[in-house]
Nanobody, 118 residues
Framework: QVQLAESGGGLVQAGGTLRLSCLYSEVIFSPHTMAWYRRALGKQRELVAEIRRGGDTDYGDSVKGRATISRDNAKRTVYLELDRLKPEDTAIYYC????????????WGQGTQVTVSS
């Protein structure tokens, strides 16, 4: 059973906007932390954006000022919008959820490839 399903990746032009969605299943009861990570070829995974239950957000240094994470609890979906895309934003983007509390179960999506063309 797929707990997290990402969508919205693909080929986008530099300077454009990326919009990703992550639909989470009912296996996940009450997300405490929802986030987007990415891994570029040959690099370590890095945090792109995080939103916690109370609404607080954090962003990775490389995307600050360009990224917005949001959620729609009724739709069981977390979103990522990334503006002013750069070739270095090319990566596999992963949705992440920690359920219920700070030490709750964690879930990862399978990832969606984003390629930014210059």
């Amino acid at each position: 059973q797929v707990q997290l399903a990402e969508s919205g990746g693909g080929l986008v032009q530099a300077g454009g906007t990326l919009r990703l969605s992550c639909l989470y299943s009912e296996v996940i009861f009450s997300p405490h932390t929802m986030a987007w990570y990415r891994r570029a070829l040959g690099k370590q995974r890095e945090l792109v954006a995080e939103i916690r239950r109370g609404g607080d957000t954090d962003y990775g240094d490389s995307v600050k000022g360009r990224a917005t994470i949001s959620r729609d609890n009724a739709k069981r979906t977390v979103y990522l919008e990334l503006d002013r895309l750069k070739p270095e934003d090319t990566a596999i983007y992963y949705c992440y959820i920690r359920d219920r509390h700070p030490f709750g179960a964690t879930f990862w999506g399978q990832g969606t490839q984003v390629t930014v063309s210059s």
